[in-house]
């Protein structure tokens, strides 16, 4: 009997009952590879010629040959050795406790030899995930464009692509955007594109099983071991089996039969169950699965898989999920309905057109939440219950129109298992207690009763209240209105329930009661305010401050709709959005956001985030107090993507355009006097900020640094976004900012002006900020280093890139020449004439302001 070896990933055994094993590996047909023999405990090592590979094609068995694959154990042992003779000092290194997940990266790119880089291939395995993640962009790029590399890292891809969703997800987008670049240079597919396919048809399907622990179970109000509350009702269980006896599979089903009025003993409850379940299962398993809706988002499923496998049965729930239904499929289409709506948006004329489209768009999506999806950028799990579609907003840009939108989620254990919230419409009715909506008692009951959907309302604690119900019982209640949020034919559609005379006299007494109840208590505190006496001069006092200093809310521009949006306080927001949402009485209710941006490569972006969550590490390590603020970015594909937003801030355009005020000004008003605490302290947070983004600035070159790329939040941080032209890509490859980075004479009068301590401070930081760069440049480089290899992106198309980096750090220059260097930075960059000209460009061309 003659077995012909193929060379194939998976291992091949033969079993035989003689002591002496043969061991060969996967890829058994070259001929430079390594048989181990073990006979009796002793290991003989032999290596394979020509004639002996040959005659291993077709193998003869027998019963004294057997053949069995080498373990992974083995091979590691053989690669130890390999490293400790040819290099020890490698090994040691790999082996230490110092030896990072960046020097992991950096020696799996940097060597040539097969037996490192399959040292360093199983190495990953010991890192943690997120560890691991941070540097996945480079991992792809080196699977998909080294031959060598990649077959040492698919084992960990395919590893954990079968044990996590989001994994295999992140994977295939960025698979997705960077094979685009190989594709240009060889349209014949590769490893990478075979890998990409496998994902995404699962072939490595992640595994979703779920342990439910006492942790897990008090995150939200659904406990995935007990019954659920409609079958609660047709189980009734005595007090002291509540306190004393476990909620268990047994002594449910025991339960269950009690109430039938059979008395039957553990061991037949428990085969019985066992026998219902199983027969429920195999009802499921060939009961006619109902259509799929994926992607289409009139049919209110589009982002439903139909996996029922963590449905309840008699009360419990699988704990593994068995069926075939696709599991990256209901995310991949979320995200995908998203982007679809960026990629309509720019062919809209006007910017309130733009809007109202994308919320009749977010409207649409609607219908077809809650859903088992997520925003990746938030690491806790979650569904998506509603979008806030009266919130979105399309944000500035000329040829494109990237927008913002508030996401409502509902935290939970589990996104695959845990319960969705049943499905809620935006039309509820909502209890008024507010001082603002008790009329005066001259006005007639009745009037108000036939008006009151006119007035403000405030939202409801509780899911469902039956008004008439409870007020013939004699319980209080508030008078009912509906939301101010529904139109008028939705108001026609909604049922205004009916009142009877006993209801109707009740409600009278308890608005009068109410009203007094409210009159009386303000007379007690004017009363008291009445003692303390106020002069004039005080009373003038106080409104001058309140006009002259707090926040100042932006009014709503039609041709800048984002700036009022923007600029509102995400505390008051989050606490606007829940009052009016048909999900904020849920206790786990959370608010999100995310900015979705199509047409832009966000594969800058993203490799600028790595570079600032690498330095943000460095300087605290090396405690220098500077302030930067990575932002999150997803990478879907080569032209659009996801990207955090950063919260109660605007840009400097906004400010300027909105409060018609100088920067100085500004601060002024928003955080108050010259010596007040805030004050210092904003002025404080702004020189940490200018100070580390200058340094980021001039290490990536990054351009377009007009006024609208420049945010400033509510504590006086400086945030730069955008960074989709740096290295050597410039706008329109005119190369109007040749400066180090931007600083303009308004950031110095921020500071003080020219002699002030804030300013030599500022330059202290860029100081003390490039000598701890420089320290490790050797972690900031690979990232930037493994990403040109093989790369198109446009930052890379002209020169050395990374030689011009690696000289911007300035190893040959000692501390004090150093210091020399970052004074003449900071003075050309103040009197740069290009900084100014390009700022007039914009203006000019884009309307920013300068």
């Given at each position: ?15 035989n ?22 006979d ?83 190495k ?5 995930y ?37 994994f ?6 960025l ?6 670049d ?114 289409d ?15 309840n ?65 938030y ?20 040829d ?51 008006d ?48 009877n005379?006993f209801a ?8 009068l ?15 008291r305010t ?53 999900y ?18 966000l ?39 996801l ?46 900020s ?15 640094r007009?006024?609208g ?14 960074f ?14 040749s ?8 950031f ?31 972690q ?53 004439l ?17």
């Amino acid at each position: 009997m003659k077995f012909f070896y193929r060379n194939t990933q998976k291992p091949i055994t033969i079993n035989n009952s003689t002591n002496s094993n043969v061991t060969l590996p996967s890829n058994i047909l070259k001929t430079s590879d390594t048989i181990n023999l073990i006979d009796d405990g002793k290991d003989l090592s032999t290596t394979l010629t020509a004639s002996s590979s040959s005659i291993l094609k077709a193998v003869d068995l027998s019963d004294n040959l057997p053949l069995v694959l080498t373990t992974s154990t083995n091979e590691h042992l053989s690669t130890n050795e390999h490293l400790s003779k040819k290099h020890p000092g490698l090994l040691r290194l790999f082996d230490s406790t110092v030896c990072t997940i960046s020097i992991i990266i950096s020696y799996l790119f940097s060597t040539k030899e097969p037996v490192v880089q399959q040292f360093l291939g199983k190495k990953l395995f010991e890192y943690s995930y997120d560890e691991v993640d941070f540097y996945l962009p480079q991992l792809l790029n080196m699977y998909i464009h080294i031959q060598s590399i990649s077959t040492v890292i698919h084992d960990y891809i395919t590893t954990r692509c079968s044990q996590s969703v989001d994994f295999s997800l992140e994977c295939a987008w960025l698979f997705d955007a960077y094979i685009t670049d190989q594709m240009k240079v060889s349209k014949k597919p590769n490893d990478a594109v075979r890998l990409l396919f496998d994902i995404l048809y699962e072939k490595y399907k992640p595994k979703i099983i779920y342990i439910p622990t006492l942790a897990n179970n008090s995150i939200t109000n659904h406990n995935h071991l007990t019954l659920d509350e409609d079958e609660n009702e047709n189980v009734t269980i005595d007090e002291q089996d509540k306190s004393d006896t476990p909620l268990n599979q047994e002594n449910t089903m025991i339960q269950i039969t009690k109430t039938k009025g059979h008395q039957k003993s553990r061991s037949d409850a428990s085969d019985d169950s066992a026998a219902i379940i199983n027969d429920e299962i195999n009802k499921q398993q060939y009961r006619r699965q109902p259509r799929l809706y994926l992607g289409d988002l009139n049919s209110g499923r589009a982002f439903d898989n139909n996996c029922v496998c963590f449905d309840n049965t008699f009360g419990f729930r699988r704990q593994e999920c068995i069926c075939n239904a696709p599991r990256l499929s209901p995310e991949r289409e979320f995200l995908a309905a998203l982007i679809n709506i960026g990629k309509k948006l720019p062919h809209v004329p006007t910017k309130e057109k733009k809007t109202q489209n994308l919320i009749g768009e977010m409207k649409r999506m609607n219908m077809n939440l809650p859903a088992r999806v997520w925003i990746p950028f938030y690491t806790f799990p979650h569904h998506v219950v509603r979008i806030a579609y009266t919130e979105a907003t399309v944000l500035n840009s000329r040829d494109r129109a990237p927008y913002i939108v508030y996401i409502e989620v509902v935290l939970c254990d589990n996104v695959f298992v845990s319960s969705l919230p049943s499905k809620q419409f935006d039309m509820r009715l909502r209890s008024t207690k507010s001082e603002e909506n008790m009329l005066h008692p001259l006005i007639t009951i009745n009037s108000i009763i036939s008006d009151y959907p006119n007035y403000e309302t405030r939202s409801l604690d509780t899911e469902s209240i039956e008004p008439c119900q409870s007020l013939a019982n004699g319980e209080d209640t508030d008078v009912w209105s509906v939301s101010d949020e529904t139109t008028g034919d939705e108001q026609q559609q909604q049922p205004i329930p009916k009142r009877n005379s006993f209801a109707h006299h009740r409600s009278q007494h308890l608005i009068l009661s109410a009203y007094h109840s409210d009159t009386q208590s303000l007379r007690s505190v004017e009363s008291r305010t009445s003692q303390q006496e106020i002069t004039p001069a005080e009373v003038r006092r106080r409104i001058s401050e309140a006009k002259s200093t707090g926040p100042i809310l932006f009014d709503r521009d039609p041709d800048d709709p984002s700036a009022a949006t923007l600029k509102e306080p995400w505390d008051r927001k989050e606490q606007r959005i829940r009052q009016s949402s048909p999900y904020g009485h849920l206790e786990n209710w959370q608010l999100v956001a995310v900015i979705v941006k199509c047409g832009d490569d966000l594969r800058h972006e993203l490799l600028a985030y790595q570079f600032m969550v690498k330095l943000k590490e460095i300087w605290r390590n090396e405690h220098v107090p500077v302030f930067v603020r990575p932002i999150k970015i997803l990478v879907l594909s080569n032209n659009s993507g996801l990207i955090e937003p950063i919260l109660n801030a605007v840009s400097l355009h906004q400010i300027k355009k909105n409060s018609r005020l100088s920067l100085r000004d500004y601060f002024l008003h928003e955080f108050g006097s010259e010596r007040s605490e805030e004050f210092l302290t904003a002025i404080h947070n702004f020189v940490e900020s200018c100070s580390a983004y200058s340094i980021i600035t001039y290490l990536l070159q990054v351009k377009d640094r007009h006024n609208g790329n420049i945010l400033l939040d509510d504590e006086g941080h400086v945030i730069h976004i955008d960074f989709g032209y740096m290295l050597s890509a410039t706008p329109k490859n005119l190369g109007f900012e040749s400066s180090p980075f931007k600083i303009t004479q308004e950031f110095v009068d921020i500071m003080g002006g020219l002699e002030s301590d804030m300013y030599k401070y500022y330059k202290i930081l860029i100081f003390r900020g490039l000598i701890a760069a420089r320290k490790h440049m050797d972690q900031l480089m690979p990232i930037v280093e493994i990403m040109q290899h093989g790369s198109q992106l446009n930052c890379f198309s002209k020169g050395n890139v990374t030689l011009g980096l690696r000289e911007r750090f300035h190893l040959n220059m000692t501390d004090e020449q150093l210091e020399f260097h970052v004074e003449k930075m900071v003075e050309s960059s103040l009197n740069s004439l290009t900084t100014r000209v390009y700022d007039t460009f914009q203006y000019y061309t884009n309307n920013i302001s300068k």
